[in-house]
């Protein structure tokens, strides 16, 4: 099975502190993603990356930068963090494809849950 | 501008009845659906999709229907039971320059009353 691990499950943080937080995935996945989910917002993405090095804005970048240096690795920053950013931050992997032909959905980790005060 | 709209934050169901969570969408490149699940303190797990040329797939207990015309899908869980209590999220799939994009909704709660 597919594992993608996020290394914190709760994270506190002071408004302004730079905040990493750190999603790896054990299936040699090209895609990796960044979302978060808020109360009646559903899941927005944050940035995604398709290759090691490679990334792309999502919805909800502002606030936010990410970095991938190695394929299973994929870091989402808060340069620094703000109240409006406590939330559930949720990361996940999936395969290229290219166009499907079925599509089995993308593997999300467990999330962290960020606090900033 | 929200894609991809779940208009029920929260659906009760009794336990063995069937449960009916919807979805509606406005982007006509969407190619694929898909529902996941997700509990507290946990992240979402996929479910079932459904490619948009089809109308109907089904998997055990669950079977997702899309009514393309009005841009509509749902998810059937019958019989439904207590652990089907979570929160349903439907995404929807666009492909841009051969890259995957997923547009989830708001969710729904469903809760399962024994």
Redesign the interface.
């Known amino acids: 099975d597919v594992k993608v691990t996020q290394s914190s499950r709760y994270l506190v943080k002071r408004t302004g502190e730079k905040v990493f937080l750190e999603c790896v995935q054990d299936m040699d996945h090209e895609n990796m993603f960044w979302y978060r989910q808020d109360p009646g917002l559903g899941l927005r993405l944050i940035y995604f990356s398709y290759d090691v090095k490679m990334k792309e804005k999502g919805d909800i970048p502002e606030g936010y930068s990410v970095s991938r240096e190695k394929k299973e690795r994929f870091s989402l920053i808060l340069e620094s963090a703000s109240t409006n950013q406590t939330s559930m931050y949720l990361c996940a992997s999936s395969l290229y494809l290219g166009q499907p032909t079925s599509h089995y959905g993308y593997t999300f980790g467990s999330g962290t849950r960020l606090t900033v005060v | 501008d929200q894609q991809v709209k779940?208009n029920s934050?929260s659906l009760s169901v009794q336990e063995g009845r069937i449960s009916i969570l919807n979805c509606d969408y406005t982007n006509s490149m969407f190619d694929?659906f898909?529902w996941?699940k997700k509990y507290p303190?946990?992240?979402?797990?996929?479910l079932i999709?459904i490619?948009s040329i089809k109308d109907k797939n089904e998997d055990g207990r669950f079977t997702v229907f899309l009514n393309k015309s009005a841009k509509h899908l749902s998810l059937h869980i019958v019989p439904s039971q207590p652990g089907d209590s979570a929160v349903y999220?439907c995404?929807a799939?666009a492909?841009t320059f051969?890259?995957?994009?997923?547009?989830?909704?708001?969710?729904t709660r469903l809760t399962i009353i024994p």
């Open positions: 779940q934050p694929y898909l996941y303190a946990e992240g979402p797990t996929f999709s490619s999220f995404a799939s492909y051969g890259n995957e994009k997923l547009t989830f909704g708001t969710g």
